[in-house]
């Protein structure tokens, strides 16, 4: 049964508050209860622009159920408030267990495009199991949603569009060369390269974490590519073997050999290789050599492609020669490319005092993209679309809490300043629903996480946000299960 509510922004802001928890911790000291409740004590704010946007455009969630084949799945549907029918979006997921994606389904929501985020197979209130299909079956799960999403009035039938991040980069163009029922693509992180390819990249960056010497990396990753081929292929098994051997006595093998895939271990014999042992079997001989460039090629929408330069588990540089080379064969492609300085896999910044934060760059970027690709023909979207946003606040609060006042935040600032001098673990302030958690240095705290929880603090408590469980971060799924 399909519920529905509407959530003016004051519930809004109450629904978050619930989805917020405390655990207490040893005292941390009188400046930072002192701190705390100075900020506390000063609750009158003026209105800013984000908060007349946010009243003029309030956001709707509703609770959707949808079928894919013989599988049911469960989402939520983030609609604008705003009159007549609206473009669309649905998130594809990363690689594992993921559920709905209700921070970026709620962003998409404050520029103007509803947004269908729901959980993958087997996570949350969805039926089957992701791990019993290659992950190029899922983007039927995508379309189904797509296909929902042309039954509602609410809806633009003829924009509808997908948005994947990682794995759900490789879907999403999968998905729009599958169907023409596909308007736009956004893929954030979405490797050029085959799962096989990104995952030998994976494991040459966790070496050269460990400090092994760059000759050392390459050699061991072209060691664990002809065995990966072997293993798919079932081809070459002595010269493999021979190969196996003489990696024994190279000084990169015993790290090598500790990292998770088990590749160095006892080969498996021809006879051995068709029996399943977890994923492995559906990894090796269907998911690991999917090209996407099959995909890319057949594109015939505006796609948007964006990669953080610090990105550990694809070849950025790589993927980014791949589209560039596919746009270059057809001029027909619309596609926009961008690499963001600084930022990792999932479009946080990794350097300086914003460190896991999202780049507020990468947010902009999608926000005029939408303006000029999707939301062209619609004004008052684009008004939605141009929402200010406060540079201090956590991008995961930005579109539910409005910045208190510049003097307040700049007092906090001048007194957390001097707590740096006693070290004291970071606040660390998680969304509810989403992948993108957002840590602050107590120099750095917006006022906005206070604006979330009038409360009085007590000494010695911290703020823990609520926030759904992941896998590792790698895209391929070879590990043992």
């Keep these: 049964m399909t519920s529905r509510s509407s959530y003016p922004w004051s519930r809004y802001r109450a629904r978050l508050r619930r989805e917020f928890v405390w655990r207490q911790r040893r005292s941390r000291g009188p400046l930072i209860c002192l701190l705390l409740l100075v900020v506390i004590g000063c609750t009158q704010r003026r209105t800013t622009s984000v908060e007349k946007l946010s009243e003029k455009y309030p956001v709707r969630e509703e609770a959707v159920r949808f079928v894919s084949g013989k599988v049911n799945l469960a989402g939520t549907l983030v609609l604008p408030e705003g009159p007549g029918a609206h473009p669309a979006v649905v998130l594809f997921h990363g690689s594992g267990r993921q559920a709905r994606d209700l921070f970026t389904a709620r962003w998409f929501a404050l520029q103007g495009v509803a947004a269908l985020a729901y959980d993958k197979r087997r996570v949350g209130e969805s039926a089957g199991d992701f791990r019993a299909i290659p992950f190029m079956e899922l983007c039927d799960d995508g379309l189904a949603a797509i296909g929902y999403l042309k039954s509602r009035k609410e809806i633009d039938a003829k924009h509808i569009g997908v948005w994947g991040l990682s794995q759900g980069g490789w879907l999403g163009p999968l998905a729009a060369s599958r169907s023409a029922d596909v308007a736009f693509v956004i893929a954030v992180s979405g490797p050029g390269v085959s799962p096989g390819e990104q995952m030998i990249v994976y494991y040459a960056n966790g070496l050269r974490r460990q400090g092994v010497p760059e000759g050392d990396v390459r050699e061991a990753s072209a060691v664990r590519r002809d065995i990966w081929k072997y293993i798919s292929s079932g081809n070459g098994y002595e010269k493999v073997k021979a190969e196996l051997e003489q990696a024994r006595t190279k000084r990169w093998f015993s790290r090598a050999k500790a990292q998770q895939d088990n590749s160095f271990e006892t080969l498996p014999k021809p006879e051995d290789l ?75 910044v990794d350097v300086g005092e914003t460190r896991g934060e999202i780049d507020p760059d990468y947010l902009r970027a999608m926000r005029e993209w939408l303006a000029t690709h999707v939301l062209k023909g619609d004004d008052s979207s684009r008004e939605r679309g141009r929402a200010p946003r406060h540079p201090r606040s956590s991008p995961a609060l930005t579109s539910a809490v409005a910045p208190s006042s510049h003097l307040l935040l700049g007092h906090f600032r001048r007194h957390a300043a001097a707590a740096l001098h006693n070290p004291r673990p970071r606040l660390r302030l998680a969304h509810s629903g989403s992948q993108h958690a957002s840590a602050f240095r107590h120099h750095r705290t917006s006022s906005a996480f206070f604006a979330l929880n009038m409360t009085v603090f007590s000494p010695g408590t911290r703020l823990a946000g609520i926030s759904h469980t992941r896998e590792p971060p790698e895209l391929g799924t070879i590990a043992k299960k």
Excluded: C
């Design 274 to 348: 068709g029996k399943p042992v977890g994923r492995s079997l559906v990894w090796f001989t269907q998911e690991m050599n999917y090209d996407p460039v099959a995909a890319l090629r057949a594109l015939r929408v505006p796609a948007l492609f964006l990669f953080g330069d610090r990105d550990q588990l694809i070849p950025v540089q790589e993927s980014v020669t791949v589209l560039q080379r596919v746009l270059a064969e057809d001029a027909h492609h619309d596609f926009t490319i961008r690499e963001f300085a600084n930022d990792d896999h999932e479009m946080k």
